[in-house]
């Protein structure tokens, strides 16, 4: 729009220098006046604006996780690739598990020894303690000597003794099992999570099979797509304006001008050192996973509005000495008037403004050879000729003149 403006502005420069309007005066009148300086306007409206901002951040995984080696081994195989989808609690791969179950039948067998042991200490017991009934009968009636009751009720301690190590030892040998079970269950690598998300997709593989993975050695990366998170960074100025919730609107470079809904999901309680701002988490939604974790992206969020607002074009706004302002055509005398306005919320291409009323016309084109009072032939700007004007009556089919 505005290199059409400009090419407009061109034209009726070139226009009003070749050839002139009969109606016109010379470059000099009889009292000195300059000719009329063409410009293009566009009129003045009031309307409700929006404080809006964008910040640029970045997408990221709405979880993501990774599938490690909890034993050490060689990596047999892997089944899944990069981009894959994978489902809760899916085997997607094995290490070489031969020595693990060895050791898994050792342990069983060890364990079967030990309840052998314990059965024969319970066995040798029971003879003992029978001995030992027998042995105080005898003794009852002096038929058994003293020696003899001592000995066996040394027996019987040893027998009950032996009994609680092999009750023990099967205990060991029962724990040493169930360490090798586990053990082997770790030789097959499983993609388990918590959560909703009943699937996510594999984003990165860090082994191939045969490489050697050590304990807790990373194998994949698995991520969740929707929801996604997107991170970006805000001033102190708009720090306290943002609240959880408030919803937002993403663009990425890949989709053009569409948008994508989200909202504001956690706000930092504090500044970084280094940047002094303040990091914001927003969650978008992403069913049909158009958005990919890892691109740059645009957050745009409305802080404020003002329903009421006059409006100008952000092009119409000119900086004369120390101030803003605006140059409003006065119909009447055919004259350009320069007007300081102090700047609200911007839109787009419009800007919210205090210090004028919310009707007439602004220059949008060739204020850059105006003073305040100037002769101005004026034109309405190539987006109101095209459009026929917005609002009401006045604005439609330009300025008269």
Known sequence: MQILLLALGIFFLVTSGCSRDASLPLANNSRGEARPVAVAVEPIAVGRIHDARAYTGTLLPGRRFTVAARTAGIVKRLDVQIGDRVERNQVVGELESDELREELVQTQADLQVARANLQLAISELELTQREWIRIQSLRDRDFASVAERDRVESLLSARQAGKSVAESTVLQREAALRRAEIRLEYATLRASWEGSDAERFVSRRFLDEGSLAANNSPIIE?????????????????????EVGMPVKIQTSGHGGRYFAGNVRSIAPE??????????EVTVANAGHMLAPGVFMRAHLVLGEDPDAVLVPIAAVVRRGDSDGVFIVNEAEGRARFYPIERGFQEGNQVAVKGIEGSGWVVVLGHDQLTD??????????????????????RKGGPSQ
Do not use: K, M, N
Not at 226 to 239: K, N, R, S
Not at 373 to 394: C, E, H, L, N
């Open 271 to 280: 500044f970084s050192v280094e940047t002094r701002r303040a990091l914001v």
């Open 373 to 394: 009072g100037t002769r101005v032939q004026w034109f309405p700007a190539i987006s109101q000729r095209t459009s026929g004007g917005s609002g009401g009556d006045a």
């Open 222 to 242: 698995v991520v969740s797509l929707d929801p996604l998170i997107g991170q970006f960074y805000v001033p102190e100025a708009d720090y306290h304006r943002i």
